[in-house]
């Protein structure tokens, strides 16, 4: 694997962060299709698996107009408004082949896409874009320059990955998203909602019912949970700014990586009125 070759000596230097964090327990004795006790043995490495968000399918029928497909490394919301459709996040694949192929499933080709709300900066939710060139794509202005590839994460981890998959910079229209922007396109709205964190731009986007999380808030497996420390620029600004989702409505929560819940603001409720987190 990667972490046996030289030239990726700057992505394994950076496990030495984790420290402690890698020992300790009280887990259950697997996680998803991974063995915590082994990964737990293997150190720092093992526990950025274990930690790590999972899908729980490469797709995820969200409602009739809204489909997640698993894209690269992270989730791809398409929003479909009748020929067009909205992408929420762009997916890891430069080539988008899992969103090309659902667009084809509908009828629809790479133009149908009419544009791509990204929920941050890491390349991981926006390099998919690249099949798209013709969509503008809408970024936190924290995290625009991450976009045009002319600044990098500061959090270790992300910093380091960048550097070693060294995405090209997107090339079409980049439009940056303040907190509250109402995105109006295709003849949908979005509306953006500021949680800075887990990097310093991200945003949710509401529409409907919907609320598209990407990595600020995670599903599990019967509620939800911030991102790990260690791929987020600030985990307790991250806590603190998932709070201001309690005011909204909203039914249904789409993540970044893990897929959809239909009880998504009960979710989050429950994981709220829990003060030990605070």
């Not at 079409?172 to 995105?183: H, N």
């Not at 109006?184 to 945003?203: I, N």
């Not at 987020?232 to 806590?239: K, L, Q, T």
Request: hydrophobic residues 45%; charged residues 20%.
């Amino acid at each position: 694997g990667r972490f046996g070759h030289a030239a990726d000596h700057d992505l394994q230097a950076e496990f030495s962060c984790f420290g402690d964090h890698a020992a300790g327990g009280g887990e259950a004795a697997t996680f998803g299709e991974f063995d915590v006790d082994a990964l737990k043995d293997a150190g720092a490495a093992g526990y950025v698996v274990w930690q790590m968000p999972h899908a729980l399918a490469a797709r995820v029928a969200v409602s009739t107009d809204v489909v997640g497909v698993q894209s690269g490394q992270g989730f791809s919301y398409l929003v479909r408004s009748g020929a067009q459709v909205v992408l929420i996040d762009a997916g890891g694949d430069p080539q988008a082949t899992a969103i090309v192929h659902e667009l084809a499933q509908l009828g629809l080709g790479p133009d149908a896409v009419a544009a791509i709300l990204v929920t941050h900066g890491h390349f991981d939710h926006w390099v998919g874009a690249h099949a798209f060139p013709n969509a503008p794509l809408y970024v936190g202005t924290a995290d625009h320059l991450w976009v045009r590839r002319l600044d990098l994460p500061d959090a270790k981890l992300p910093r380091a990955v960048t550097r070693l998959e060294h995405p090209a910079p997107y090339a079409g229209t980049v439009r940056e998203v303040l907190a509250a922007s109402a995105i109006e396109v295709a003849g949908l709205r979005f509306v953006s909602v500021a949680l800075p964190g887990h990097t310093p731009g991200s945003m949710a986007y509401l529409c409907g019912d919907v609320l598209f999380t990407g990595d600020a808030l995670l599903l599990t497996k019967t509620g939800v949970r911030p991102p790990p420390w260690f791929i987020s620029e600030s985990a307790a600004d991250s806590r603190r700014a998932v709070t201001r989702l309690a005011t909204l409505s909203f039914t249904t929560i789409a993540d970044g990586h893990v897929g959809a819940a239909r009880d998504g603001k009960a979710r989050l409720e429950r994981w709220l009125a829990d003060a030990s987190l605070f």
